[in-house]
Antibody, heavy 116, light 112 residues
Framework: QVTLKESGPGILQPSQTLSLTCTFS??????????VGWIRQPSGKGLEWLAN???????YYNPSLKNRLTISKDTSNNQAFLKITNVDTADTATYYC????????WGQGVMVTVSS | DVVMTQTPVSLSVSLGGQVSISCRSS???????????LSWYLQKPGQSPQLLIY???NRFSGISDRFSGSGSGTDFTLKISRVEPDDLGVYYC?????????FGAGTKLELK
């Protein structure tokens, strides 16, 4: 079955770089049509899509954060990564990875707090 | 960006009742390939969102036929019949027709 799990630092300081890992099973990013996406959700608020990466290494970013986002993958180890540079308190959220499109399987989410 | 507008913001329902949630997009969600990438998700308290409906009206694997989606173009509806306690939470519509993917602000379904 398809599973995804996010991991991250938990807490970091403003201006640092947030590095997130999505480890998945049940599908492969070497398979045609497969991808991994990242979505975040501040506490008590709605969903914001951040980025997708596809089997062919095609990448799409939310323009509102594009200059700060880098998505990548390690196909051999069934992992996808997201880096967000120069974080701010506004980046405090639960970060989810999910399989697009639609987002049919989601990870449990990882809470990230940006605080000085 | 495509703006997704959901109404109502919250909804109270009695168990066994029926509800409808509306989702309107600021642009047509018909893709060049003819598909309409409009999905519905439910986020139960303390959980990740889960996919209910994709491409307007297709139920995802394991989703009860009490959930049905309809609509076209810019106007979409999710109907839930015979509401059960496990249906409570926040419902989101989302579009994947045009990057960036966007979601509605959510509709909270509560018990009356």
């Amino acid at each position: 079955q398809v599973t995804l799990k996010e991991s991250g630092p938990g807490i970091l300081q403003p201006s640092q770089t947030l590095s997130l890992t999505c480890t998945f099973s049940g599908f492969s990013l070497s398979t045609y049509g497969m991808g991994v996406g990242w979505i975040r959700q501040p506490s008590g608020k709605g969903l914001e899509w951040l980025a997708n990466i596809w089997w062919d290494d095609d990448k799409y970013y939310n323009p509102s954060l594009k200059n700060r986002l880098t998505i990548s993958k390690d196909t051999s180890n069934n992992q996808a990564f997201l880096k967000i540079t120069n974080v701010d308190t506004a980046d405090t959220a639960t970060y989810y990875c999910a399989r697009p499109t639609p987002f049919d399987y989601w990870g449990q989410g990882v809470m990230v707090t940006v605080s000085s | 960006d495509v703006v997704m507008t959901q109404t109502p913001v919250s909804l109270s329902v009695s168990l066994g009742g029926q509800v409808s949630i509306s989702c309107r997009s600021s642009q047509s969600l018909v893709h060049n390939n003819g598909n309409t990438y409009l999905s519905w998700y439910l986020q139960k308290p303390g959980q990740s969102p889960q996919l209910l409906i994709y491409k307007v009206s297709n139920r995802f694997s394991g989703i009860s036929d009490r959930f049905s989606g309809s609509g076209s173009g810019t106007d979409f509806t999710l109907k839930i019949s015979r509401v059960e306690p496990d249906d409570l939470g926040v419902y989101y519509c989302g579009q994947g027709t045009q990057y960036p993917d966007t979601f509605g602000a959510g509709t909270k379904l509560e018990l009356k």
